[in-house]
């Protein structure tokens, strides 16, 4: 019977690499989108986001049958739980990329605002933490869940610097620019909200390897 929980696991394992992968990509695309305007690449990441939600239930249904069939204790049974909480957070990274996309087919037609420059140093950094969040749950990597949770001061400020430009230097100068203004302001404001994600998917690592909570406590780190 053990082997067979542990070829299951292996699944599990596997299904929620996949779903990471799947967020990764539409971060990276809807941002490319917002780069190009290209409607079209938006338009694909919203169409997409129908198998991650499919995803979404195969996952929540092996992690609920391999409960109910193989009452995991201690370590593994953190494994099956925080790999069902890892899952809901990567089904809304996923939302927050289309979101982005519909932001992105808003502004589309309409002439750049500005040069974009810390919208896409926040994406890659947004990109980087899910990366690292989804390697730290596969291999166990205390550090690297870490290294995440540390890496979200860096977002935040990047969004404030946004929000900071566009409604000091653009929209109180000129409220002509609010619709152009706008979007973008969301846009930081998703990306911004996908790091908060992913350090929830760090911290739950934190917790499933050493039984920590770190959640709300920074210091504990």
Do not use: W
Not at 24 to 29: D, S, V
Not at 95 to 110: C, H, P
Not at 199 to 207: K, L
Request: net charge negative.
């Amino acid at each position: 019977m053990q082997r067979h929980f542990d070829d299951e696991l292996k699944e599990l394992h596997k299904e929620v690499l996949t779903m990471g992968v799947l967020a990764q990509e539409a971060i990276f695309k809807s941002v490319e989108a917002l780069k190009n305007r290209d409607k079209a690449l938006a338009q694909e990441v919203i169409d997409a986001d129908s198998r991650v939600d499919e995803l979404e239930l195969v996952i929540d249904e092996r992690c609920v049958d391999l409960i109910a069939r193989y009452q995991p204790l201690a370590g593994d049974l953190r494994f099956v739980t925080i790999g069902m909480k890892i899952n809901a957070e990567l089904e809304r990274i996923a939302d927050l990329a289309v979101d982005i996309s519909q932001r992105v087919l808003e502004v589309a037609d309409k002439p750049l605002l500005k040069p974009l420059i810390d919208i896409p140093k926040l994406s890659s950094i947004a990109q980087q933490m899910v990366k690292d969040a989804i390697d730290a749950f596969i291999n166990k990597n205390v550090g690297l869940a870490r290294k995440v949770v540390l890496s979200d001061p860096q977002a935040d400020s990047l969004r404030n610097e946004v929000q900071r430009e566009l409604v000091n230097d653009y929209m109180t100068r000129d409220g002509k620019t609010a619709d152009r203004a706008v979007p973008l302001l969301l846009i930081a404001r998703h990306l911004e909200r996908i790091c908060d994600h992913a350090t929830n998917i760090a911290e739950d690592v934190i917790y499933m390897v050493e039984a920590k909570v770190v959640k709300h406590r920074p210091q504990e780190l």
